[in-house]
């Protein structure tokens, strides 16, 4: 028994369960968008925290993670179990192929499970939809809940697109609105000064991009699974 699942948001830097392998790569047809309520974790039903979700655009990529899961039929059932509790505000699984970096016509893998949410407010409670992009900065920058703040989800995110070389420029315009939000823009270039950078590797970026500046992410930042 083997299942492959593909993360793109806190799957990236936190897994939280047991798995086999992982490959950096992207998706196609596929982009995020921070339409999606949480209550849970980094918001309450009453201020709900705004996480990122998955779009159909035709012709754009995704980058992230996948992780495999082999080793019998009670490890992939309790990985699963996992991550539908861990992934509870979205209402639907997608199957997708999966390609590693310079591939581009074959996938590499296909039938890669990735969690995903119907864009549907009448049918899925959680959604929140689109927003202008200063009322989202706004409500990420002021929720919290009981596993911390919103606005560290997308700080951590922004630096772990960072981490595998592959930024997003929606999370980079986000995080830097939130930023405003938080009155932290003028605290430097976290990317080009390395005292002020978190732990982890840097990787040059290689998919191409608009030329965005990343100012400094706050010093303490909690994880967790949302």
Same mark, same amino acid.
């Given at each position: 028994?083997?299942?492959?699942?593909?993360?793109?948001?806190?799957?990236?830097?936190?897994?939280?369960?047991?798995?086999?392998?992982?490959?950096?790569?992207?998706?196609?047809?596929?982009?995020?968008?921070?339409?999606?309520?949480?209550?849970?974790?980094?918001?309450?039903?009453?201020?709900?925290?705004?996480?990122?979700?998955?779009?159909?655009?035709?012709?754009?990529?995704?980058?992230?993670?996948?992780?495999?899961?082999?080793?019998?039929?009670?490890?992939?059932?309790?990985?699963?179990?996992?991550?539908?509790?861990?992934?509870?505000?979205?209402?639907?699984?997608?199957?997708?192929?999966?390609?590693?970096?310079?591939?581009?016509?074959?996938?590499?893998?296909?039938?890669?499970?990735?969690?995903?949410? &119907?864009?549907?407010?009448?049918?899925? +409670?959680?959604?929140?939809? @689109?927003?202008? =992009?200063?009322?989202?900065?706004?409500? %990420? #920058?002021?929720?919290?809940?009981?596993?911390?703040?919103?606005?560290?989800?997308?700080?951590?995110?922004?630096?772990?697109?960072?981490?595998?070389?592959?930024?997003?420029?929606?999370?980079?315009?986000?995080?830097?609105?939130?930023?405003?939000?938080?009155?932290?823009?003028?605290?430097?270039?976290?990317?080009?000064?390395?005292?002020?950078?978190? &732990?982890?590797?840097?990787?040059?970026? +290689?998919?191409?991009?608009? @030329?965005?500046? =990343?100012?400094?992410?706050?010093?303490? %930042? #909690?994880?967790?699974?949302?």
């Amino acid at each position: 028994m083997v299942f492959w699942v593909f993360g793109y948001g806190s799957l990236v830097w936190n897994p939280g369960f047991e798995y086999d392998e992982k490959i950096i790569g992207y998706i196609k047809d596929y982009h995020r968008v921070f339409d999606l309520a949480c209550i849970d974790h980094r918001g309450t039903p009453e201020h709900p925290a705004r996480t990122c979700t998955l779009e159909y655009k035709e012709g754009a990529i995704c980058w992230g993670a996948v992780y495999c899961v082999r080793g019998g039929e009670e490890k992939e059932r309790l990985a699963m179990k996992y991550l539908e509790n861990r992934e509870c505000e979205y209402d639907k699984k997608t199957t997708v192929d999966f390609f590693k970096e310079g591939e581009t016509d074959e996938p590499t893998l296909s039938e890669v499970i990735v969690f995903t949410s &119907t864009p549907d407010k009448e049918s899925n +409670k959680y959604y929140l939809g @689109p927003a202008p =992009l200063e009322e989202m900065a706004r409500q %990420i #920058a002021t929720a919290f809940g009981p596993c911390g703040n919103n606005r560290d989800y997308i700080f951590v995110l922004e630096k772990a697109m960072f981490d595998i070389g592959h930024e997003d420029d929606m999370v980079i315009e986000l995080a830097n609105e939130v930023r405003k939000v938080l009155g932290i823009m003028d605290l430097g270039a976290w990317k080009e000064n390395s005292s002020n950078r978190l &732990t982890g590797p840097s990787l040059k970026p +290689k998919s191409p991009m608009s @030329p965005h500046k =990343l100012l400094h992410l706050p010093e303490a %930042i #909690a994880l967790d699974t949302k």
